[in-house]
Structure formats: structure tokens, C-alpha cells
């Protein structure tokens, strides 16, 4: 009885503090930029997260138009031009875009270069956006997207 209670208790506390979220994000930008010193990278990207929910300034985006199409590239392996729905979602959600819960609507047709771009572009320019307000609330609301939480 008292593992279970244990179990419960770490699930919790990892729910709380959003550490598999982290995690996931973490280990996605790792393996989408392969540093050289995988250590020190990690550790660059958790002091940045750390900076920008002490100072408030927003967590820096480092994807411009040929990481995101690198991106698009790699869950296109067909070489088709296009990616699926559920690729797509994923790939929102990996560059913490798009929440576990946001109900996305799949039109049953698949995603294009042009428009993954158009849409990551938007989801950052509304993100870079809510952090420019000096309150609390417009921060919060962009942290908890960056995991910030």
C-alpha cells in the first residue's frame, strides 16, 4: 500500500512541476540539433529557461525557416511534399507550439511545407507576442507554453 502511495506521490509531483513535459522538449531539441556536447547544451538550454522565467523576458525561439524546413524534411520521409496530420500535431507539440490538450481539427487532408511553416511561424509571432506585455498574466501565459511553468 505504501508504494502505491509513493507511485501516486511522484506521478503527481512530475504532473505539478510539468517534468515530463520538460524532458520532452529537452530531448526533442537535442536530438533536432545534435550539438557537439550534448552536456553543455542541455545545460545552455535549462539556464536560458531559467533566466527567462526569473527576468520575465521570453525564452529565445532558434528556428528560422531552414529549421523549420529541415524539420518538415525529416517527418517527410517520402519525399512527397507532404506530412501527415498526426506528424504535424507532433511536431507543434515537440517545439512546444501546441499543448498535450489543444484540440487541433484534422480536415483529413494532409500538410504541406508552405503550410507547417505558415503555421509554426504563427504559433511563435503569437507566443514572441504575449511576452511583450510587462504583466505577469501575458508571461504566464507564454511560460506555460515554453515550459516555464
Do not use: W
Not at 22 to 37: C, D, H, I
Not at 39 to 66: H, Q
Not at 101 to 114: K, Y
Request: net charge negative; charged share 30%; proline share 2%.
Amino acid at each position: 500500500m505504501e508504494t502505491r502511495s509513493r507511485e501516486l506521490q511522484a506521478a503527481e509531483y512530475l504532473e505539478k512541476h510539468r517534468i515530463k513535459e520538460l524532458v520532452g522538449y529537452l530531448t526533442s531539441a537535442l536530438l533536432f540539433f545534435r550539438p557537439e556536447k550534448p552536456r553543455e547544451y542541455l545545460i545552455s538550454l535549462l539556464e536560458r529557461l531559467r533566466i527567462a522565467k526569473v527576468t520575465g523576458v521570453a525564452f529565445p525561439f532558434f528556428m528560422d525557416n531552414s529549421n523549420i524546413v529541415s524539420m518538415f524534411e525529416m517527418m517527410d520521409s517520402s519525399n512527397r511534399g507532404t506530412i501527415s496530420f498526426v506528424q504535424y500535431k507532433e511536431a507543434l507539440k515537440t517545439l512546444g507550439l501546441c499543448t498535450e490538450d489543444e484540440d487541433l481539427e484534422d480536415d483529413g487532408h494532409r500538410i504541406t511545407l508552405d503550410q507547417f511553416k505558415d503555421e509554426v511561424n504563427k504559433r511563435i509571432t503569437e507566443i514572441c507576442e504575449k511576452t511583450k506585455g510587462k504583466d505577469s498574466e501575458s508571461y504566464q501565459t507564454a511560460a506555460e507554453l515554453l515550459l516555464l511553468h
